[in-house]
C-alpha cells in the first residue's frame, strides 16, 4: 500500500527527480525514492544500477545534476552537516580514513564527535563483531573494515542508517550476527534503515519496503507484503497461436515456455491476472508465491541473476 | 520454546510466530505463566524485524492468550486452556493452507476431504502393517471406503 497523501514528513528520506550523469552515463534518473519513517527498506539493483550514488547523495558527498534529497525534512545540499549529524553510514568504500589510526583510537576519535555516542553499546558492539582494537585500520581485511564501519555507524544510534551493502566481505557467522545485532538495534532504538544488498535473502525477514534500482532509475517500490502479494509465478497451458493479453503484456516480466505450457511471473492481484489468463484462453494451473528475492528480481534484466 | 521460521512458508512470518508459540502450548514447552523471550531477543535470534515480533505477541495477547506485565515481560496466561480453542486454531491455519493450495490446483472441497481420509487410513496401514498381504489388503479397504463416501 502506497501513501498518496502522505505528507513530505511521513517519510524519513525522500528524493525528487534526483539525476546524475557522469560524462555519457546516467547514474540516477529522476528517482523519486521514499523511504518511510521507521522502515527497513531494502534497495535491490545489480552493480553499478546506482545504488552507491543515491547514498552518497544523501550524505551529501556527491551533488546532483538535478533533483533534490530531503531527509528528516532537511534538505541534503544545503543542511548537509545536520543531516550527516543523525546518520550513520557504512559505505560502498572499503578503505577507511585514519589508516595509522587503531581501531580503538578511531573509536573513541569518531566519539568525539557525537554527543549521543553509547560508550557501552560500542563497546559491546566491538566485542560482538570481534573488532581487534589495537590493529591499525590500515592492516584490517576487507570483512574487519566492514565490521568496524558498523560499529561506527550503530555507535550512535542514529535515526537513519545508510548500509550499503554492509554485509559485503563478512563470513556466514558474522553475517548472521551483524543482521541479529541490527534486529536488536532496531527493537532498542527507533531506526529508519535504508539498506543496498546482493544477497536479498539474507534480508528477507527484516525488510519491510522494497526498492528496485535497474539503470539509475527507480523502477518499483512498495511495502513487502505488496510486492509478495502482487509478484507470482502463472503456470498454465495455452492454445495454439496463443499470445500474451495486451493488458498483461507490459506486465509479464519473465517467461518461459515448454510445448504449451507456459510458465511466467506476472504483475498484478492473483484475481485479475488469472481472470485475464483465463479471458485469453488459457487454463491456469498453478500459482506460487515467490521468495522476496525472486519477486524482486523480476523488475531487474534477466542478466541480473 | 524454540521458533524456528519457514521461509517457504507464504504466510506472513508474524503469524508464523503465531502459530509456534499456540503449537509450544499444545504440546507443552509453553505453560500457564511461563515468561516468552523478550521482542528483542525473538527479533535477534530469528534475525526478523521486531515489529513482526510485536505483531505477534499483539495478536496473542489481544486473543488472551499471553499478557503483558509492565517491566517484567510477556508471559503466558494463567488460565490458559490449550486444548479447545488452541487445538482450534491451529487445525484452522492447517485447514486454511489446504484450501488455497486446493482452489489454486483446481480441486473441489470435498475431493480434498476425501483425500485426506484415504492418504491418512493409507499411512496409518503402513506404519502398522508389515507384511505386503495385509497392506494390500489396507488398500483395498481405504478403495471400499473411498468409493462408499
Avoid at chain 2, 505477534?56 to 494463567?78: C, D, M, N, S
Wanted: charged share 25%; net charge negative; hydrophobic share 40%.
Amino acid at each position: 500500500m502506497t501513501h498518496p497523501n502522505a505528507s513530505a514528513s511521513d517519510y524519513a528520506v525522500a528524493t525528487h527527480g534526483l539525476s546524475k550523469r557522469y560524462g555519457r552515463k546516467t547514474a540516477l534518473d529522476q528517482v523519486e525514492l521514499r523511504v518511510p519513517d521507521g522502515a527497513v527498506y531494502v534497495l535491490v539493483g545489480v552493480n553499478g544500477a546506482g545504488k552507491s550514488t543515491l547514498f552518497k547523495m544523501l550524505m551529501n558527498l556527491e551533488r546532483p545534476d538535478a533533483g533534490t534529497a530531503v531527509v528528516f525534512g532537511l534538505d541534503t545540499g544545503r543542511e548537509g552537516p545536520e543531516v550527516r549529524a543523525q546518520v550513520g553510514y557504512v559505505p560502498d568504500r572499503q578503505d577507511a580514513p585514519y589508516r595509522s589510526m587503531t581501531c580503538a583510537r578511531l573509536l573513541r576519535h569518531v566519539a568525539a564527535f557525537y554527543p549521543e555516542w553509547d560508550h557501552a553499546y560500542a563497546d559491546r558492539l566491538v566485542h560482538a563483531l570481534g573488532v581487534p582494537p589495537q590493529q591499525l585500520v590500515g592492516g584490517l581485511s576487507k570483512g574487519g573494515t566492514r565490521r568496524l564501519q558498523l560499529v561506527l555507524a550503530l555507535a550512535h544510534r542514529p535515526a537513519l542508517l545508510l548500509l550499503d551493502e554492509p554485509t559485503d566481505g563478512l563470513d556466514p557467522v558474522v553475517r548472521r550476527r551483524a543482521l541479529a545485532l541490527l534486529a536488536e538495534h532496531l527493537a532498542d532504538t527507533p531506526t529508519t534503515i535504508l539498506i543496498s544488498t546482493h544477497h536479498i535473502q539474507e534480508l528477507e525477514s527484516l525488510a519491510d519496503h522494497v526498492g528496485m534500482l535497474r539503470d539509475g532509475r527507480l523502477v518499483a517500490q512498495m511495502p513487502r507484503e505488496e510486492l509478495q502479494r502482487t509478484v507470482r509465478s502463472y503456470q498454465f497451458e495455452v492454445p495454439d497461436g496463443w499470445q500474451v493479453p495486451q493488458e498483461l503484456q507490459a506486465t509479464a516480466l519473465r517467461r518461459s515456455s515448454a510445448g504449451r505450457d507456459v510458465r511466467c511471473t506476472l504483475v498484478g492481484e492473483e484475481q485479475e491476472v488469472t481472470g485475464r489468463l483465463v479471458a485469453s484462453g488459457a487454463r491456469v494451473r498453478q500459482v506460487s508465491t515467490l521468495a522476496l528475492e525472486d519477486a524482486a528480481l523480476a523488475f531487474l534484466p534477466e542478466d541480473a541473476s | 520454546m524454540l521458533v524456528t521460521l519457514d521461509p517457504r512458508d507464504e504466510r506472513p512470518l508474524y503469524l508464523q510466530i503465531v502459530d509456534q508459540v499456540r503449537r509450544a502450548l499444545l504440546d507443552g514447552t509453553l505453560r500457564a505463566e511461563d515468561p516468552l523471550p523478550s521482542v528483542r531477543e525473538l527479533a535477534g535470534e530469528l534475525v526478523v524485524n521486531p515489529r513482526t515480533v510485536s505483531q505477534a505477541y499483539r495478536e496473542l495477547e489481544g486473543e488472551g492468550v499471553i499478557y503483558v506485565r509492565r517491566g517484567q515481560g510477556t508471559f503466558v496466561a494463567p488460565t490458559i486452556h490449550p486444548d479447545r480453542r488452541e487445538r482450534r486454531a491451529l487445525v484452522r491455519g492447517v485447514a486454511e493452507r489446504a484450501l488455497v493450495e486446493a482452489r489454486r490446483n483446481g480441486l473441489e472441497v470435498e475431493e480434498l476431504i476425501t483425500m485426506i481420509r484415504e492418504v491418512a487410513v493409507e499411512e496409518e496401514g503402513e506404519e502398522s502393517l508389515t507384511t505386503p498381504a495385509l497392506r494390500t489388503a489396507a488398500t483395498a479397504a481405504t478403495a471400499a471406503k473411498g468409493g462408499a463416501a
